[in-house]
């Protein structure tokens, strides 16, 4: 059993890093699935199965930061597309309310981009007072900064993924 601890467990270790990888990537590109924590999470499992080698305790906060910064970065760019297109502050709450319950859209994939839509134009349209066609702009400009964040997401994860290759091959 300790031979194969020793021998196996670190390519065990690497095909589940891989793994995560991978799926962060993919997950970045889609809406419902926080990509760069699945990247961190392969990471830091890499890093308990190996001894931390070569993913140290400075790599994984490093990724830690780099996912608080896509999550926060994610929520950020989707608020400036909708007050670029004329949201108020009701605009962007419900653009961002519109997103989170556009994850329980029974829409695969595209349900959190129709929920900040629809939240910034029913935030702007009822609460807000405006007219038709200044809300459908909110949540048009709510649409847009929602793919802009995740567009942000993707490139975070893209970087995370990049940093951990570059401490294989340099060590």
Same mark, same amino acid.
């Given at each position: ?64 930061? $780099?996912?608080?910064?896509?999550? #926060? @970065?994610?929520? %950020? &760019?989707?608020?400036?597309? =909708?007050?670029?297109?004329? /949201? ?7 653009a961002l309310v519109g997103m989170f ?34 809300? $459908?702009?909110?949540?048009?400009? #709510? @649409?847009?900064? %929602? &793919?802009?964040?995740?567009? =942000?997401?993707?490139?975070? /994860? ?14």
């Amino acid at each position: 059993m300790e031979a194969f601890v020793t021998n196996w467990l670190p390519w065990v270790a690497h095909g589940l890093l891989l793994i995560c990888c991978l799926g962060g990537l993919v997950g970045s590109a889609l809406p419902a699935v926080p990509g760069t924590i699945v990247v961190f999470l392969g990471a830091l499992l890499h890093g308990l199965l190996t001894g931390w080698s070569p993913l140290g305790a400075g790599t994984q906060v490093l990724l830690l930061v $780099a996912v608080i910064a896509a999550q #926060a @970065l994610q929520y %950020a &760019v989707s608020a400036m597309g =909708a007050r670029k297109y004329g /949201a108020s502050k009701w605009g962007v709450g419900g653009a961002l309310v519109g997103m989170f319950l556009g994850l329980f859209l029974p829409i695969p994939v595209l349900g959190p981009f129709v929920g900040a839509f629809a939240g910034a134009l029913v935030a702007e349209w009822i609460v807000m007072d405006k007219e038709h066609k200044e809300a $459908a702009r909110a949540g048009f400009g #709510a @649409l847009l900064g %929602a &793919v802009g964040g995740l567009m =942000a997401e993707l490139g975070v /994860a893209i970087a995370m993924v990049s940093w951990i290759l570059m401490r294989f091959v340099v060590g």
